[in-house]
């Protein structure tokens, strides 16, 4: 028999129970996946010796990575629909707007919005007949022809790069199919989704585990939408848009012809923006600059100068960490002792002086800007400038693009733009590649070169960083003149030594094991870049890895 802390109670099963058979039915439809000590597991999880005292945690919506399984079960399944009624349409999933799936056909005249009321009702025909979804382990060749068979091509291409010998799929009735993910145990699980047209594919929609477990509604984000578009098409004119793909050109001995092609397309988005703003100059007065964490903004701020001098432009930069509060008025505004601050508030910088000195700065007054210490935690006199007529003055920030911060000038004096990766690239065709996740593997490897920081410490903090990304960044994006589109397909070929390195000092015993693991299983398909000598100095995945010519 073996022992386990059970939902709070100590249990005594024997080997080989699965944790579903520990749950009542009338529970199930609400659990998606469970927690063996630091680790994920599926319901249908088979508990053995190696369990013996483990405690055992059900996980349900709110919780981020049950949210995770519940997203690629509910992707199964519509593959799964397409497939039982239209078997030779391909179809590729991809993140996009509004927090849901976006799905479009691959399939040439093949009319998405026609079919959505064909495959919804699939869909919940699947989902009303609770079909087992059952694990099963095969060799790659056997891998082989069942893709082979379901029109799977994509996959097959995607085998050769997998380090193991053995393949996990997921059969439903017939059907299989694996989308890099656990599954929960059946079709019926899945209670609560939206699939809607939106041109040209369709959207779905399914609970979010910040929203306590409610589906977000939608919203309408027009430039986000086409910055992803441009996205795709750039992607798939260049064959970059899934992992095999930028494998297969590595192999190829193509390696600097992947990486000039990637920095060149950032060199085409740095000469657009240039051109935007040298026509808008005698408007333009002021570049504000937003992006969540480890988009590359100090580089790309580095680089959009050098863009505009090279128009005899030469823009004067302000930071806005100088206007910061000290931390005692921050706790008056707050209200909250020091461990307590949110220091990532809009109201801990002094937005009137920042007013006051753009626009004396704006309308040709000599300014002596602040400085801060943050070692004395105080504010002190900086440097005096005076800014001259179709001089743009850079602003970069968290709060950069919202209004609030820069109240005092007109909007129509004001350039703004929005930083971050979109890269637009797939495991397959099924698996989407999470662009945050692809941040987060940045941010590792940066905290660990630059700041001695250990992945542990950087995963720990990084859902407080997106709580302030959601609060702050992404509600004033829509108001960006321009989306800079900071992914570069081989970066992750780059990232993955260092990144393996830190992540495999995270055990199984670890809390941090569970975002470790995903990331790890993500990075082990990618054909490794070796040699940084092919990164341009300038580049910004210099930001991450070093030997950045702006010494960042």
Not at 303 to 310: A, C, M, N, Q, V
Not at 320 to 331: G, S, V
């Amino acid at each position: 028999m073996i022992k386990i802390n059970f939902n709070d109670r100590k249990l005594s099963v024997e080997e080989g129970t699965r944790v579903l058979e520990l749950i009542d039915k009338q529970e199930r439809k609400n659990l998606v996946v469970c927690q063996v000590g630091a680790q994920i597991k599926e319901l249908n999880y088979r508990l053995s010796e190696k369990n013996n005292g483990m405690t055992i945690k059900l996980l349900n919506l709110n919780n981020f990575e049950a949210g995770r399984v519940y997203s690629a079960s509910l992707r199964y399944i519509v593959a799964m629909a397409f497939y039982n009624i239209f078997p030779e349409v391909k179809i590729r999933f991809s993140y996009n707007v509004s927090r849901s799936i976006f799905c479009q056909s691959l399939t040439e005249s093949f009319n998405m919005a026609r079919a959505v009321d064909e495959i919804s009702k699939e869909v919940q025909r699947i989902i009303d007949a609770d079909l087992p979804i059952e694990r099963v382990t095969v060799t790659i060749e056997e891998a082989t022809k069942i893709y082979q068979k379901f029109h799977l091509d994509d996959k097959i291409g995607i085998l050769k790069y997998r380090p193991e010998t053995t393949v996990h799929l997921y059969k439903c009735g017939e059907y299989y199919n694996y989308l890099h993910s656990y599954m929960v145990p059946s079709t019926g699980c899945i209670h609560n989704y939206t699939i809607t047209p939106y041109s040209p594919g369709i959207i779905i929609q399914y609970p979010r585990h910040d929203l306590d477990a409610n589906i977000p509604e939608f919203e309408e984000e027009a430039t986000y939408c086409k910055t992803l578009q441009n996205a795709y098409n750039w992607a798939a004119k260049t064959q970059v848009q899934t992992v095999a793909e930028i494998n297969r050109i590595i192999d190829r001995g193509d390696m600097l012809e992947l990486v000039q092609m990637c920095e060149a397309h950032h060199n085409k988005q740095l000469a657009e923006l240039g051109d935007m703003i040298e026509k808008e100059l005698h408007n333009a007065r002021l570049v504000a600059i937003a992006g969540p964490s480890s988009s590359g903004k100090t580089t790309f701020c580095n680089r959009l100068r050098i863009e505009l001098l090279s128009r005899g432009i030469a823009p004067v930069t302000i930071s806005m960490d100088d206007y910061y509060f000290d931390k005692a008025k921050i706790c008056e505004l707050q209200g909250k002792p020091r461990e307590k601050l949110d220091l990532e508030h809009i109201d801990c910088l002094d937005i009137d002086l920042f007013n006051k000195d753009l626009y004396d700065l704006i309308n040709g007054e000599e300014v002596t800007l602040p400085h801060f210490n943050f070692k004395e935690d105080r504010r002190e006199s900086g440097k005096t400038i005076r800014v001259e007529q179709n001089v743009p003055i850079i602003i970069e920030g968290i709060h950069a693009l919202n209004e609030k911060l820069t109240r005092s000038i007109p909007k129509h004096q004001k350039f703004k733009i929005y930083i971050a990766p979109h890269a637009q690239l797939n495991i397959d065709d099924h698996s989407p590649l999470s662009t945050t996740d692809a941040r987060l593997i940045r941010r590792i490897v940066r905290d660990m070169k630059f700041r001695g920081c250990p992945a542990a410490t950087t995963i720990d903090m990084w859902q407080s960083v997106r709580n302030g990304e959601f609060r702050w960044i992404y509600p004033n994006q829509e108001n960006a003149d321009y989306v800079f589109n900071s992914s570069l397909g081989y970066e992750l070929c780059v990232l993955k030594k260092q990144a393996m390195q830190a992540l495999a000092e995270i055990s199984p015993a670890d809390p941090q094991y569970l975002v470790a693991n995903r990331l790890i299983k993500t990075l082990k398909y990618f054909r490794l870049i070796d040699d940084d000598s092919v990164i341009p100095c300038n580049s910004l995945l210099r930001e991450f890895i070093g030997g950045s010519c702006f010494n960042v």
